[in-house]
């Protein structure tokens, strides 16, 4: 009969399972690619067999989509968290600085593994360039809605900007966003030092003012570029 300990100990392992069967495809995922990891590979990599992950997640798929799950839920509960508390008041930075801080916080920022803020932006990036249509899928199911949360109190706030005028924003916030994570080393080594994103808290004093100076730009017109199809030969005919 098996003692009580015994049950503990085995209770403990069937809890832990599953997260480090994540934790392990999360950063092969990130570092190799969704389609160069084999669920074998995680198995080596997590010392389970692979009877434990179709046990508990069914498929190489669905294994992706629970690392999805389990970063997106609180990144997303934590930023309609901030956004309740955004207010106008003395002492206070705008309204529209508050709002981006709340969206942007949350994804730069694990309390508990800033590493895996990182790792799960990597791991974005990466299954953009390999797969767009499941990036596509598994971001538009666990963000739209938030997203276009933010995106409505950003316009209320700015009132004189059209619907597409804010997407075409958000869409830039989100680069600068994706590549502070996805790509930190970059920046560290032109800037030799100077710049390292991997302090967020260093990273959100800069990228949140950028943000808001980018919501703020006035709207484009016609002739805002200067190269592109015709512009060459109207600045002809004007000498």
Not at 25 to 36: I, L, N, T, V
Not at 42 to 55: E, F, L, P, Q
Not at 66 to 95: D, S, Y
Not at 152 to 162: K, N, W
């Amino acid at each position: 009969m098996m003692t009580s300990k015994r049950q503990k100990v085995l209770q403990a392992q069937d809890v832990q399972t599953p997260q480090r069967i994540l934790a392990t495809a999360e950063e092969m995922f990130a570092e190799q690619g969704y389609w160069g990891v084999s669920l074998r590979s995680i198995t080596r990599g997590s010392g389970v067999n692979i009877a434990a992950i179709h046990y508990h997640f069914g498929s190489k798929e669905e294994l992706l989509e629970q690392i999805f799950e389990k970063r997106c839920a609180p990144m997303n509960t934590e930023r309609l968290r901030l956004l309740a508390e955004c207010r106008e008041g003395p002492g206070r930075p705008p309204l529209l600085e508050q709002i981006l801080e709340a969206y942007l916080r949350p994804s730069l920022i694990f309390p508990d593994d800033p590493e895996g803020a990182r790792r799960f932006l990597r791991l974005r990036a990466v299954l953009s360039h390999e797969n767009e249509s499941l990036a596509a899928d598994l971001i538009s199911r666990h963000f739209n809605e938030v997203s276009r949360t933010f995106a409505s109190a950003i316009r209320d706030v700015l009132p004189q900007f059209t619907v597409a005028d804010v997407y075409w924003r958000f869409q830039f916030v989100l680069s600068a966003q994706y590549y502070t994570l996805s790509n930190p080393g970059r920046v560290k080594i032109l800037s030799e030092g100077l710049c390292d994103p991997s302090n967020a808290e260093e990273a959100l004093r800069y990228m949140v003012p950028f943000c808001a100076a980018v919501f703020r730009a006035p709207t484009p017109t016609h002739d805002s570029l200067v190269f592109g199809p015709g512009r060459h030969l109207d600045l002809v005919k004007a000498k």
